[in-house]
Nanobody, 120 residues
Framework: QVHLVESGGGLVQAGGSLRLSCAAS????????MGWYRQAPGKQREMVAD???????NYADSVKGRFTITRDYTKNTVYLQMNSLKPEDTAVYYC??????????????WGQGTQVTISP
């Protein structure tokens, strides 16, 4: 069993910064890719940033130049540094991992989500 746990959300003013963390835990797993998604009220969940298996980042156009995704392979943790935050960044942010386990092979795992609220 693999678990993803996010942390770092909160309430900040526009122009501020937040750093999200997502740690994968369990046993006997291999992480292929990890990324961040978000879902605002009344909207569909959307990709914010992810890392390919080669470690190359991809970003949604709306966050390019403001958000940075990094990964600590030794800690099975992915981070999302969010700068110059805007009210439209308000959403629940979810971590997603494409992870291989010996029991079920490769599957997508999601964290429980962390709320990010940006005040004007």
């Amino acid at each position: 069993q693999v678990h993803l746990v996010e942390s770092g959300g909160g309430l900040v003013q526009a122009g501020g910064s937040l750093r999200l963390s997502c740690a994968a835990s369990g046993s006997g797993f291999i992480i292929n890719t990890m990324g961040w998604y978000r879902q605002a009220p009344g909207k569909q969940r959307e990709m914010v940033a992810d890392l390919t298996t080669a470690g190359r980042p991809n970003y949604a156009d709306s966050v390019k130049g403001r958000f940075t995704i990094t990964r600590d392979y030794t800690k099975n943790t992915v981070y999302l540094q969010m700068n110059s935050l805007k009210p439209e960044d308000t959403a629940v942010y979810y971590c997603k991992g494409r992870i291989w386990t010996s029991s079920i092979g490769t599957s997508d795992y999601w964290g429980q989500g962390t709320q990010v609220t940006i005040s004007p």
